[in-house]
């Protein structure tokens, strides 16, 4: 992006463009990471191969001896007891794909391309699993009390794959088409990423029905060890953008991810980011980073297959207190060739807006809004940005241009507190803009032609308390609205008739003061995150699937 421009935005906003490049290092002394041990280890290895993600337990080994095959180089770490990450490798070359005649052959055959484990025990073999109690059940055969350690491992692989499928949604060469692909190549593609990550739910085929909504809880979240709440409220919870991993931060300073299956939902790993409090956190458009602010303009980073965390260095933070309301752009899965897939935003003070470049983490440029900015949002389906200002104006940025594309005000709204896009679908093809009220009113306005409108299409008034979060459901039939403010503060939204659900949730819907939500990507699940420190998960029925149950 060329040297410093300016531009002038209508009503005295500005883009100012910078360029700042002292590098990305990692501080050990700043922050350390733990990767946290899970009842279920074997699970972490399917979903990050080998990586720092990692800490697994001795008594549950990965794959025995005799079952380990030679694998691709592939980083991955382990944590001491002092608490310092040590990193290894594994080497070994690529192992070659062969065909399956079953769906159960191929599962299984999945598992074998997975990256070598962190370690191999061969204690396993010696070691007896009792699997005719509890939860071990669901992997007895033929009437069987006990089985030994490393075939209590193949199953438990056997399982997951099953559920997930294998773990290339971390790889983001499974969604980024190389340019040296063959046409015949590239026709794969899209297929092979659709793939590359099990969806939990799919649609059942029909428009979604106004009026009720068959919603089914699924097994809660436990944050920690046997405990369902967690030590601070739930500022920060998204999806992958791929796949079912979940991930939760707040002012405890810790990272968390979940692999959501709707049966265990167990924990992958979890991140301890020293004098940190994280109050966002967002993974990448590709996935293969998760990105954080807190309350200064210090940010933090992790990536996602190597579990490294580093901190962001090369965005200027010169004359701003604090980096707030982190954006990321579009899914590149989404509408291909748009330069705001590979982006991110955050606000800063006196109504700036920084905009980043997601590779080299520098700044591209900052746009200016009259007035301190509340929120913003990337435009689905160009290379615009949506900013909000606290005197109820909307800005749409050209980010090609680096200017102001249009502003207008929001008449209906006493002050704007959040901002959220619906991406076109087959369903609802028209882009929409929510924007959350401090009175409780979610406005709705259609952002499809060249120019918005201050009025909205629709304005709706449930909520009686400030809108906190608000997110569409991917297919674009839902909006959910929260507020922190008032206990049981949620309402679901049929957007095509600007109607609220009316069955759900209840007044005994444990939700307590919702603090934060998301929608999975590619399914029906959704996430509520809560004051208390819980994360609850919801099943929306209308996309079902039977693999996935209560």
Not at 232 to 246: D, Y
Not at 497 to 510: I, L, R
Request: glycine share 8%.
């Amino acid at each position: 992006m060329g040297g410093p421009e300016q531009a002038k935005a209508p009503g005295g906003g500005r883009s100012k463009g910078k360029g700042r490049g002292s590098g990305q290092k990692k501080s050990a002394a700043e922050s350390r990471s733990f990767a946290s041990q899970v009842s279920t280890a074997e699970l972490e290895a399917i979903v990050f191969g080998g990586s720092a993600l990692n800490s697994l337990d001795a008594d549950k080994a990965d794959e025995s001896e005799d079952e380990s095959e030679e694998r691709e180089e592939r980083p991955r770490t382990k944590v001491t007891k002092d608490g310092e990450v040590e990193k290894t490798a594994l080497d070994g070359p690529e192992l070659k794909k062969h065909k399956r005649a079953s769906k159960e052959d191929e599962a299984q055959f999945q598992a074998t391309l997975e990256p070598a484990s962190a370690w191999t025990d061969p204690d396993d073999a010696a070691l007896e699993v009792q699997v005719a109690v509890g939860r071990q059940k669901r992997l007895q055969r033929n009437q069987e009390t006990k089985v030994a350690g490393d075939e209590y491992s193949r199953r438990l692989r056997e399982k997951f794959v099953k559920i997930h499928g294998s773990a290339k949604w971390a790889d983001a060469s499974a969604i980024v088409e190389d340019k040296d692909t063959s046409d015949s190549e590239a026709e794969d593609l899209p297929k092979a990423a659709a793939t590359s990550a099990r969806p939990l739910a799919r649609s059942t085929g029909q428009n979604l029905k106004p009026g009720e909504l068959d919603v089914a809880r699924m097994k809660e979240i436990e944050m920690v060890r046997g405990q369902k709440k967690g030590p601070s409220a739930i500022e920060a919870l998204q999806f992958h953008p791929s796949s079912e991993l979940l991930l939760t931060g707040g002012r405890d300073k810790t990272l968390r991810l979940f692999a959501v299956d709707g049966d265990e939902n167990p924990k992958v790993a979890s991140y301890h980011f020293k004098g940190f409090p994280i109050l966002s956190a967002c993974f990448t458009p590709a996935g293969d980073q998760v990105l954080m602010t807190g309350l200064t303009s210090q940010m933090w980073g992790l990536d996602v297959k190597s579990g490294e965390p580093f901190e962001v260095r090369n965005i200027s933070s010169e004359g701003r207190s604090a980096f707030r309301c982190l954006a990321m752009g579009p899914s590149p899965t989404d509408i291909s060739g748009l330069k705001s897939s590979e982006m991110y935003s955050v606000l800063g003070d006196s109504g700036s807006t920084v905009l980043c470049d997601l590779r080299t983490k520098q700044t591209i440029r900052t746009f200016r809004m009259a007035s301190p900015g509340v929120a913003q949002v990337f435009a689905p389906d160009r290379d615009a940005l949506y900013t909000a200002d606290d005197e109820n104006n909307i800005y749409e940025w050209d980010l090609t241009a680096g200017r102001c594309r249009q502003r207008v005000k929001d008449i209906w709204a006493m002050k704007i507190t959040s901002l959220a896009v619906r991406r076109p679908t087959d369903r609802s093809p028209k882009p929409m803009l929510a924007v959350g009220t401090s009175t409780g009113n979610i406005d709705l306005i259609d952002v499809s032609g060249p120019k918005m409108s201050g009025t909205p299409e629709h304005s709706i008034g449930n909520l009686t308390t400030r809108i906190d979060a608000i997110r569409f459901h991917p297919e674009g039939e839902v909006l959910a609205g929260c507020s922190r403010m008032k206990k049981g503060s949620l309402k679901l939204v049929h957007t095509a008739t600007a109607t609220v659900f009316q069955n759900w949730p209840t007044q005994k819907t444990p939700i307590e003061r919702v603090s934060a939500l998301d929608f999975s990507r590619r399914g029906g699940a959704m996430a509520i995150g809560n004051e208390n420190g819980r994360v609850l998960l919801y099943q929306l029925r209308h996309y079902e699937k039977s693999a996935i149950s209560r």
